[in-house]
C-alpha cells in the first residue's frame, strides 16, 4: 500500500510560480513510476507530467518549458515546479504512483488557481 499526500496549491498571478510536493509514505520502494495530472472545471483529468524510478521525466506539450518534475528520494516527496503560470493552468492537481503490481495511488488532489 501506497499513501499520497499533496501541498504547495494555492491561488497566484499569472506569471507566477508555485511547487506542488507529493510526499509518499508505505511501500514506496515499489513504486515505478509518478506523475502529476490535473482536472479543470468540466474537462476531462489530463496527464501534466511523468517521472519513473529510473529517473527519466516527460513534460506534457501545454506545460513544455514552464513545469518541471522532480523527485527528492530521501524525503519520498515528487515535486511538480510550476513557473510562468497562465490561467489555463488553473484546476485540481493530482499526484499518481504506480507499483510494481501496476497497481495505481492517488493523492487527494491540490487546488491551483491561476488569476488574469
Known amino acids: 500500500q501506497v499513501q499520497l499526500v499533496e501541498s504547495g496549491g494555492g491561488l497566484v498571478q499569472a506569471g507566477g510560480s508555485l511547487r506542488l510536493s507529493c510526499e509518499a509514505s508505505?511501500?514506496?520502494?515499489?513504486?515505478?513510476?509518478a506523475e502529476w495530472y490535473r482536472q479543470a472545471p468540466g474537462k476531462q483529468r489530463e496527464l501534466v507530467a511523468t517521472?519513473?524510478?529510473?529517473?527519466?521525466?516527460n513534460t506534457a506539450d501545454s506545460v513544455k518549458g514552464r513545469f518541471t518534475i522532480s523527485r527528492d528520494n530521501a524525503k519520498n516527496t515528487v515535486y511538480l515546479q510550476m513557473n510562468s503560470l497562465k490561467p489555463e493552468d488553473t484546476g485540481v492537481y493530482y499526484c499518481?504512483?504506480?507499483?510494481?503490481?501496476?497497481?495505481?495511488?492517488w493523492g487527494q488532489g491540490t487546488q491551483v488557481t491561476v488569476s488574469s
Open positions: 517521472i519513473t524510478s529510473g529517473g527519466s521525466t
Open positions: 508505505g511501500s514506496i520502494f515499489s513504486i515505478i513510476v
Open positions: 499518481r504512483a504506480v507499483d510494481s503490481r501496476r497497481i495505481q495511488y
